[in-house]
């Protein structure tokens, strides 16, 4: 059989439009079941969104209508819990106040007392003398020592009556006797010597310095009215000591300025000098 017997014996294509209308009918029916399922599920949901609506207007209702008597013992509640709280701050407050009432009393009982009392005589304080490095150490101030002899004088000042009458020539004679007397004894007394104690850093250049030759040359430095006393090394650093050295010098024979330029003239040895400590004795 030849292609073109086969296809004139096939109807297929003469009946495609009924074959087509018969495929229509099938999806239409298809998307009608579809579209009932979705109505289904639409009315279900419109159907719940109804019954919350429902439920919400009614819980409203129910809140409304409960604050309205609840709500006003709440108020009074919190309004009774405030003014317990304000009375009781209102005590505490009323406590302090006494308290501070009391201290106040006291305390002028105690002015009154102090200022009817005599005001004890304070110590005068001896004036400070600065260090170098800038802290500053109290002077001490020795009182002065009275002698035999100026008991004995005084004992005859007393005795001797200083506004006697002119008519008396030896009572006079007598003043003028005991006067000489005292001046003359007020002459041989030795004057007091104003000295100083004072602490010098010796510096070196390098740490091949020999430190026994520099403090021999410190100590060759002599004067009137210097006196010098103990010496130790102390460590700077990298190996390099410095030498501290005290020393007692009279005020107006010895200053700090001199002794620094005769140990400067050591300059094989000394690189500089400071004064590490500065007291009045």
Known sequence: MSSAD?????????????????ERRFYERMNGSSQAAQ?????SIL????????????????????????????????????IKSLELENQSLHKVVEDLRAALSKLECRVSVLEKSPAAASPATAPSVPY??????????????????????????????????????EAEKLKEQRLKE???????????????SILL???????????AKLEECVRS????????????????????????????VEDDKVGTDLLEEEIVKFEDFVQSVDVAAFNKI
């Open 47 to 82: 159907q719940d969104i109804a019954r919350a609506r429902e439920n919400i207007q009614k819980s409203l209702a129910g809140n409304a209508a409960g604050p309205a008597s609840g709500g006003a013992a709440g108020d009074q509640g919190e309004l009774s819990s405030r």
């Open 132 to 169: 170098t490095n800038g802290t500053a150490v109290q002077q001490k101030t020795s009182a002065p020592v009275q002698d035999d002899d100026d008991e004995e004088e005084e004992d005859d000042d007393e005795d001797f009556d200083l506004f006697g009458s002119d008519e008396d020539e």
């Open 6 to 22: 086969f296809l004139a014996q096939e109807k297929i294509w003469f009946d495609k439009p009924r074959y087509d209308d018969a």
């Open 201 to 211: 850093d010796v510096k070196p250049w390098d740490d091949e310095t020999d430190m």
């Open 39 to 43: 109505d289904v599920g639409a009315n």
């Open 221 to 248: 430095v002599q004067a009137d009215g210097l006196l010098w006393g103990t010496s130790k090394l102390i460590p700077v650093g990298y190996g390099i000591k410095k030498l501290q050295i005290a020393c007692v």
């Open 182 to 196: 005292y001046a003359e004894k007020k002459a041989k007394k030795p004057a007091l010597i104003a000295k100083s």
